[in-house]
């Protein structure tokens, strides 16, 4: 059975940083593409940055320059460091793994493993 357990989060003012990490039990993520989306209230899961098992990774124009992903395969936990935080980064963040040997990609469809989310608030 395969679990996901993420960690990490909370609240932060403007300006600062937060990290956040999701940790997959039960599956071999070091051959899987992994993700973190955002959810806001009303919208969408969005899809921010993605990184392959070899640590290639792409990023949405939002958070360019100010998050940073990473993954130690060994301990299956994916990683997101947070910088420069606004308070439009404020939203449930889930991370998630794709089918082994799928490419990267910012789009929800054709991710099958989810983490429960965790919330984080940047207040102005």
């Known amino acids: 059975q395969v679990q996901v357990a993420e960690s990490g989060g909370g609240l932060a003012q403007a300006g600062g940083s937060l990290n956040i990490s999701c940790t997959f039990s039960?599956?071999?993520?070091?051959?899987?593409?992994m993700a973190w989306f955002q959810k806001v209230p009303g919208n969408e899961r969005e899809g921010f940055v993605s990184?392959?098992?070899?640590?290639?990774?792409i990023y949405g124009n939002s958070v360019k320059g100010r998050f940073a992903v990473s993954r130690d395969n060994a301990k299956r936990t994916l990683y997101l460091h947070m910088g420069s935080l606004k308070p439009e980064d404020t939203a449930m963040y889930y991370c998630?793994?794709?089918?082994?040997?799928?490419?990267?990609?910012?789009?929800?469809?054709?991710?099958?493993?989810w983490g429960q989310g965790i919330q984080v608030t940047v207040s102005s």
């Open positions: 998630a793994a794709r089918r082994p040997g799928s490419g990267l990609s910012l789009l929800a469809d054709g991710y099958i493993y």
């Open positions: 039960g599956l071999a993520s070091n051959e899987r593409t």
């Open positions: 990184i392959t098992p070899g640590g290639k990774a």
